[in-house]
């Protein structure tokens, strides 16, 4: 049994990405192998998947085990082929090349991600039953100390404006990484509540399931 605080996160937005790498295949195995003709990633390495795979697609994941046309998709486990049919996992992948931390934050939330079921009774029976179904889209919210001017508000100010996908990279105190991809949006009007300090909310939208190292 283990508790710990939050106190000392650092939240970090992908500032720059590499080019499309091309993913010839993916083993069903833990962790899933990666095959990409001479794609130059080391270990250490984030990057953002783009697969056949439903759910590996649009995760941000850490290279590790590299060879010249491999590399290993570190945490990640495609040995179950119902959800990763054999031979349906290829794409791309690029690499982040840089993150800006976004400073400053002063609470988070979460939102959505419960599980939807459906709920059935027979006529026979005396009792429901249910079957559990998708999970609601998921997001996270900061509140954050307005000042335009660090890098962090300005990068995030970008991705509301451009809409395009940022990884987002969560460093605890203890060293362990979460790592998102996700669309963000901020509301650039601060918040002004006499004796309270002026704060925007900045959204995540997540496209999928955080992975954790």
Known sequence: ???????????????????????????????GVATSTAHALVNGDFVEVSSGWGRLDQKVVRVSGVTANTFNLENIDTTLISIYPAGSGTGTVRKITGYTQLSQILSSASSGGDQQFLTFQFLESDSQKQIPTFKNAAGLTFSVADDPTQAGFILASTANDDRLKRAVRVTLPSASILSYNAYISINKTPSLTVNELMAIQATLSLLAEPVRY
Do not use: F, K
């Not at 283990?2 to 069903?28: D, F, H, K, R």
């Open 1 to 31: 049994m283990a508790v710990a605080l939050p106190n000392g996160a650092i939240v970090a937005i992908a500032s720059g990405y590499g080019a499309n790498l091309a993913v010839s295949a993916i083993t069903n195995a833990s962790p």
